[in-house]
């Protein structure tokens, strides 16, 4: 099927509207020219590497004992960093909470905090992959079609 | 978009990231490009300070260094200080930026540093940057 650009708008907005991506989203497809056109997806396909690799981090650092919470607040600012760099509003919400419960030392609200975030990153993950799919699939119709 | 050049001399202002995030890294690298600054990332204060000592052997220059302040061994404070306390990198103007405005800010700004931003950067914080750019410029001058 073949996605028109309001199609496709409307699949992003709803992305807003649910609170997945904020406005920082709307910044990096800004930074988007004809020399890089493409740099809003390889800022998310990064991000989505880093991440794999700050959840691997965190599930080591949880499984130490005694628990050093200072080390996992330290895995966790970046991973808040990050989500927040490409507007993964609600990953970066859950990072935060997490945060919270480190300063508390609360290492059950870490673990079930932490099984959060990676849902809310699986989530989007799928959501943007799709998008971005949709978004590759629709533009290469676009030059299909300019050069005929 | 910012003016392309300090005070119309035509030469684009150079500045030195310093982020141990990569995506961070690479969204104020893009954002500082198209607002036409030059730009050179590093990931670590070390780098940063051993690229500084390779430029100034090499007789070039950098305009600003902007740093985060959470980094792992040399945090951007720790790079602040070493750049004071050097003779050679002391007069270049350094931005602290953060994902949060912690504690630590302050006594960056007690330690020299010009300006602290919150990060992801934002078309309003380039335009700062440029204002410090001149100002530290007009002072070069007089």
Not at chain 2, 8 to 17: A, E, R, S
């Amino acid at each position: 099927m073949e996605y028109s650009r309001r199609q496709l708008n409307n699949i992003k907005a709803n992305l807003f509207e649910q609170g997945y991506l904020d406005d920082q989203f709307h910044q990096i497809e800004e930074l988007q020219d004809d020399a890089s056109p493409n740099f809003l997806q390889e800022v998310v396909t990064l991000f989505f590497r880093d991440t794999t690799r700050l959840i691997d981090t965190t599930e080591q650092a949880l499984k130490k004992s005694p628990q050093d919470f200072r080390r996992l607040d330290s895995i966790m600012h970046q991973f808040k960093g990050s989500s927040s760099s490409i507007g993964a509003l609600r990953v970066k919400n859950e990072c935060s909470i997490f945060r919270d419960h480190c300063n508390q030392g609360n290492i059950e609200g870490c673990l079930k905090s932490f099984q959060k975030v990676k849902k809310e990153l699986a989530i989007l993950r799928q959501k943007l992959e799709a998008y971005f799919k949709l978004l590759n699939q629709s533009e290469s119709v676009a030059v299909k079609k300019a050069d005929r | 978009m910012a003016s392309s050049s300090i005070g119309g001399t035509g030469k684009l202002p150079h500045i030195l990231v310093v982020d141990d995030a990569l995506v961070q890294r690479m969204v104020t690298e893009r954002l500082l490009k198209l607002h036409s600054f030059k730009v050179t990332t590093v990931d670590s204060g070390d780098k940063a300070l051993e690229l500084l000592g390779t430029w100034t052997a090499a007789m070039k220059k950098v305009d600003m260094i902007l740093t985060d302040y959470s980094m792992p061994k040399m945090t951007g404070y720790d790079l602040l200080k070493r750049l004071k306390e050097s003779s050679a990198f002391q007069g270049i103007p350094v931005v602290i930026m953060s994902s949060e405005n912690t504690r630590g800010i302050t006594r960056c700004l007690e330690e020299g540093a010009i300006d602290f931003m919150i990060k992801p950067l934002q078309n309003s914080d380039v335009q700062r940057l440029y204002t410090h750019f001149n100002h530290h410029l007009q002072i070069k001058l007089e």
